[in-house]
């Protein structure tokens, strides 16, 4: 059985909770910016029964996080440290979470190791995306979401959920481009702007919404917002 079979799951391992109980609080370790801003924003507008509590780019950054542990989390087998997979895949299973390991390498010593070392799943990161959550779901005893079972985060008491806040030409292209995958190096460069600019621009965005009571500071809360506004069509 190959490593990009949708079924190859670690056997054993504890219970799942119970089915629909709760959203899934994920993070993702992934060295690759773009990749990781893609797999953020697909699951941001896309599997609204995940809450993504956490992206990092390094394996630090993940394990120093307040958020850390979440309910699972997404490795890339192939991070550019000095911290083999065996050690990062133990160390969240010792913190509680569940794992699962993307890889862009099919080869079955890679997935030995990962599933060895206590990893739910080794995937390839050819996979669609939504084979991959499907997978995830799994691996976290959770049904399958509906379109009316999926959750927008509340907006905070009193405010609208239809106010939407007046974007000038640059903030609305500069949301377009970031909740689109584009990472901040990339959107000031489709601006043909310096990097600055466009960060600017993107705090803005957060701070126009944070002012008409639906605040956006996390990248999936932004992705969210575009989305109820049309800025996703």
Known sequence: MTSTDPNRL????????????RRVRLAILDDHEV????????????????????TAHTWLEMVHSDSFPTDLVF???????????????????????KVIVLSSVDARESRDRSLAAGAAAFLSK?????????????????ARETPAQRE????????SAHQRPKLSHGEEEALRLYVSGYST?????????????????LRRVR???????RPASKKSDLIRRAAEDGFLA
């Open 10 to 21: 670690a056997e054993g391992g504890p219970s799942m909770p119970t089915p629909g109980s």
């Open 35 to 54: 990749l990781l801003d893609s797999l953020s924003s697909w699951i941001a507008v896309n599997a609204f029964d995940f809450d993504l509590a956490l």
């Open 75 to 97: 490795l890339d087998f192939q991070l550019k440290e000095p911290v083999s997979i065996e050690a990062r895949v133990r160390t969240c299973r010792a913190a509680g979470a």
């Open 126 to 142: 050819s996979l669609p995306m939504r084979e991959v959550m499907d997978i995830a779901r799994e691996v976290m005893g959770v």
């Open 152 to 159: 927008w985060r509340p907006l905070p008491t009193g405010a």
């Open 185 to 201: 190096n990339e959107v000031a460069a489709q601006m043909n702007v310096q990097y600055e600019t466009a960060k600017t621009y």
């Open 207 to 213: 701070e126009k919404y944070a002012k008409v009571g």
